[in-house]
């Protein structure tokens, strides 16, 4: 069976600080991994996507995160914050066939 | 513009109403979903379809059912809503790949 789990429900940063939110997983067989953000009364927007190709992935916004197999970990990160980061941020598993398991949401506070 | 619509975005009604959610992609991707989404909470999986005439139950147990008439078209219909249905509902779709999903804005139901 796959589980996310990400690590604190809510994460504050100054703007311009690293952003890091945290993610590990459980699959059976090699995953797909991805992480996804909602802004407010939004649906989620993939902002990038593992799919057992190259260990770091660069997303959208100047998003990354490293595929760790020994960790099991995908966590995502940003060199330096901004305001419009604001939002919330799921983490999501798939075994690669139809069905995809998300993570609780991790929402990201910046601050002036 | 290859896209995902959800309507009504907000809908307050009463207990015992008939209500159908609609969810269109023009994207003409196979596999379309519906999560159920609380605050604070992952997504989870109440129905998904792997194309015409094909519909399953996810994850969550739910109330509502869904009909896949048309590959661009997938309602989901309350046929009596109770307070418990308050909730955030997401639709999604999918095509061929490392199942990304494409998410549409959301409809924010309250049942009183």
């Known amino acids: 069976a796959q589980s996310v789990t990400q690590l604190g429900s809510h994460v504050s940063v100054s703007e311009g600080a690293l952003v890091l939110l945290r993610c590990n997983y459980s699959s059976s067989v090699p995953p797909y991994l991805f992480w996804y953000v909602q802004y407010p009364n939004q649906g989620l927007q993939l902002l990038l996507k593992?799919?057992?190709?190259?260990?770091l992935v660069k997303g959208i916004n100047g998003f990354e995160a490293e595929f760790k197999k020994s960790e099991t970990s995908f966590h995502l990160t940003k060199p330096s914050a901004h305001m419009s980061d604001a939002a919330e941020y799921f983490c999501?598993?798939?075994?690669?066939?139809?069905?995809?398991?998300f993570g609780a949401g991790t929402r990201l506070f910046v601050k002036a | 513009e290859a896209d995902i619509y959800q309507t009504p975005r907000y809908l307050v009604i009463g207990t015992g109403k008939k209500i159908t959610l609609e969810c269109s992609q023009t994207m003409g991707h196979d596999k379309m979903y519906w999560y159920q989404q609380d605050p604070g909470m992952e997504l989870h999986l109440i129905h998904y379809s792997y194309g015409v005439n094909s519909t399953e139950k996810g994850d969550l147990s739910s109330e509502s059912t869904v009909s896949r008439i048309r590959t661009e078209h997938f309602p989901l219909t309350l046929e009596s809503a109770r307070p418990s249905h308050t909730s955030q509902y997401l639709c999604?779709?999918?095509?061929?790949?490392?199942?990304?999903?494409?998410f549409g804005p959301g409809t924010r139901l309250t049942v009183l």
């Open positions: 593992y799919t057992s190709a190259a260990t």
């Open positions: 999501a598993v798939s075994d690669r066939g139809f069905k995809t398991i």
């Open positions: 999604a779709s999918s095509g061929g790949g490392p199942n990304e999903q494409f």
